[in-house]
Antibody, heavy 117, light 112 residues
Framework: EVQLLDSGGGLEQPGGSLRLSCVAS????????MSWVRQTPGKGLEWVSS????????FYADSVKGRFTISRDNSKNTLYLQLNSLRVDDTAVYYC??????????WGQGTLVTVSS | DVVMTQFPLSLPVTLGQPASISCRSS???????????MSWFQQRPGQSPRRLIY???DRESGVPDRFSGSGSGTDFTLKISRVEAEDVGVYYC?????????FGQGTRLEIK
């Protein structure tokens, strides 16, 4: 059974940092590109970042470019998202998904990031 | 960026009746490999999004066959042949052909 377990969210002040993790199981992790998608409370979905299976290629939304870094450790079946220089409008539930162009056939349960002073 | 425009944004449906959601993209979604990266997601209340359809019309394993996707180029449709109570939620289209990946605004399906 495919599982994606997101974690690492929390309350952080503007300008602060957080690192999100997504532990994967049930599929060959390094064969899949992975993505992060966020959802503002009560709003729609926004793609944040994607990474290729071996971690060579990374892609970012303009809204997070230069502040967020996506990475992966295939030996640990884990995807990461480093969030720096956090802004109030980064407040959202962040989901990891096992896919890129297709959006992913499995998503994590989501981890809530709240940026507030 | 490719803009994905969904309509309607609210869809009240009687149980057992069909439903249809449209999504129009501001650019063609045919990728250089010949595939069209157009997906549909369902988000039930309090749950993570779940992919229903990928590459326009391929149904995800385990998704009931009352869900179907169609379309080409810039116009796409998700159809539910007979709406059931468990179909309540928000439906999103998504394009993965062009960077950045973009989603539609979402269509809220409710039971009349």
């Amino acid at each position: 059974e495919v599982q994606l377990l997101d974690s690492g969210g929390g309350l952080e002040q503007p300008g602060g940092s957080l690192r999100l993790s997504c532990v994967a199981s049930g599929f060959t992790f390094d064969k899949y590109g992975m993505s992060w998608v966020r959802q503002t409370p009560g709003k729609g979905l926004e793609w944040v970042s994607s990474i290729s299976g071996r971690g060579i290629n990374t892609f970012y939304a303009d809204s997070v470019k230069g502040r967020f870094t996506i990475s992966r450790d295939n030996s640990k079946n884990t995807l990461y998202l480093q969030l720096n220089s956090l802004r109030v409008d980064d407040t959202a539930v962040y989901y990891c998904a096992n896919g890129v162009r297709g959006g992913g056939d499995h998503w994590g349960q989501g981890t809530l990031v709240t940026v507030s002073s | 960026d490719v803009v994905m425009t969904q309509f309607p944004l609210s869809l009240p449906v009687t149980l057992g009746q069909p439903a249809s959601i449209s999504c129009r993209s501001s650019q063609t979604l045919v990728y250089s490999d010949g595939d069209t990266y157009m997906s549909w997601f369902q988000q039930r209340p309090g749950q993570s999004p779940r992919r229903l359809i990928y590459k326009v019309s391929d149904r995800e394993s385990g998704v009931p066959d009352r869900f179907s996707g169609s379309g080409s180029g810039t116009d796409f449709t998700l159809k539910i042949s007979r709406v059931e109570a468990e179909d309540v939620g928000v439906y999103y289209c998504m394009q993965g052909t062009h960077w950045p990946i973009t989603f539609g605004q979402g269509t809220r399906l409710e039971i009349k």
